[in-house]
């Protein structure tokens, strides 16, 4: 967070070229902001401020929080999901108190997220974008800041694990069907098979989430 507070300021040249100065959070106002989708997370210890000579503050607050995200498992796993980040200040009226505006852009912002955070795990960070507003609320406007982001899953454990032992499982069942085998070899094979698909069954539940309103097409047959 910037923001810039006009009777913090004072001349180096006075004060042994002094131009930064590094104070507690709670020294001076700083704007209390929340994140909307916030579930719950965890708050750094860095409650320190950069105070510039010419008034600007500079506060980061390193967080690690668990957010709410609508997710769309129809094509699971070649799925895209998209989740929204917004972060407000419900104290302040945007009209006459405070706005906020982001100062990168979000290429900007993309590149940085792409070179710090890791990029090897399930899912891939693929798009970002944001969008300021102002959010109505009991006849006030408060300004509101929102981070869209696109994340594209990495299908190919779950190909590997799900998807090449199913299609697998129903060549087998049908090469035993019309196999020259006797009856009682097809129904041991069947079992065998009901089995197997049993368990891939098992293992896609206990992966997928069970909230979604249309359920995935690997699901469902």
């Not at 944001?130 to 594209?152: K, P």
């Not at 098992?202 to 249309?214: A, D, E, M, Q």
Request: hydrophobic share 40%.
């Amino acid at each position: 967070q910037e923001w810039k507070n006009t009777f913090v300021t004072w001349d180096p040249q006075d004060f042994c070229n002094i131009s930064t100065v590094i104070l507690p959070t709670d020294t001076y106002w700083s704007p209390p902001i929340f994140i909307l989708e916030r579930v719950n997370g965890q708050n750094s210890n860095l409650d320190y401020t950069i105070v510039m000579h010419n008034g600007s503050f500079i506060s980061i607050q390193p967080l690690q929080v668990t957010i709410t995200c609508s997710l769309v498992i129809l094509k699971f796993p070649f799925d895209t999901q998209t989740c929204n980040l917004s972060i407000a200040s419900f104290l302040y009226p945007a009209v006459t108190d405070l706005v906020m505006k982001t100062r990168r852009t979000p290429a900007e912002m993309m590149t940085d997220s792409q070179r710090y955070i890791l990029n090897d795990g399930e899912w891939k960070f693929t798009n970002l974008t944001t969008l300021e507003y102002l959010e109505e609320l009991d006849d006030r406007a408060f300004s509101v800041v929102t981070y869209v982001i696109s994340m594209e899953r990495r299908p190919t454990l779950y190909t590997l694990n799900l998807i090449l032992p199913t299609c697998a499982l129903y060549l087998l069942d049908m090469a035993v069907l019309f196999g020259p085998s006797s009856l009682e070899e097809k129904i041991s094979f069947q079992i065998a098979i009901i089995l197997g698909s049993s368990m891939l069954a098992v293992i896609l539940n206990n992966i997928l989430p069970t909230s979604s309103n249309k359920p995935p097409v690997i699901g469902t047959h």
